[in-house]
């Protein structure tokens, strides 16, 4: 903890706010990963059983088999079902809004990780500038009678905030196409699944828009 301190203090005022940001990523990344972790449902595996119950016409028990089993295909499914009777066009709907709040909730600190991966090495490039000007600024005051090894110290405490905005931004540019990369699955899934079970829905309940 002392290095760390002794490397913030060495970088200048810019390695407080770098030093923020590696924390709050780091937090958004865990908390994202396990997530990501408890969302993750076999969703093939949920869904074959709600065919069979579609087949036999009974939507309670539809419901019932999504709530004892809670993922978020059986959350859409259950809202599009809190109805008895509900139109065709209003199943859709139901199921829209609900899907949109799935993927919503999977974009959550997504766009503050975004914010940090951008901004992490432009403060560090700050950082660096200021220290160089401040480098060069001791070379002028000197009339360049400085001892080179002075001035090459001051460079490379002004290069540490550069690199420190790099170290945060490059594990938050991997876990943030990482966290994309799932939703993505995610989304295809769900409403891959979901038009699955309008179309099964149609065929039962339906018959008229088939036609």
Known sequence: MTGIADLISKGGIIMA??????????????????????????????????????????????????????????????????????????????LSFAGQEEINSLEKHMRALEVIATISPLMGLLGTVIGMVQAFNKVSQYKGQVDPSLLAGGIWEALLTTAAGLTVAIPAIIMLHYFERKKEKISFQLNKYGNKFIYSMDRKFYPESCS
């Open 17 to 94: 706010p770098i030093f923020i940001c590696s924390i709050v990523a780091m937090a958004i990344v865990i908390e994202r990963y396990v997530f990501y972790r408890k969302y993750f449902v076999d969703v093939e595996f949920f869904f074959k059983p709600i065919l069979k119950l579609v087949g036999d016409g009974n939507t309670s028990k539809i419901i019932q088999h999504c709530r004892s089993n809670p993922n978020p295909l059986g959350r859409i499914i259950e809202a599009g079902l809190d109805e008895k009777e509900i139109p065709r066009w209003k199943l859709e709907e139901k």
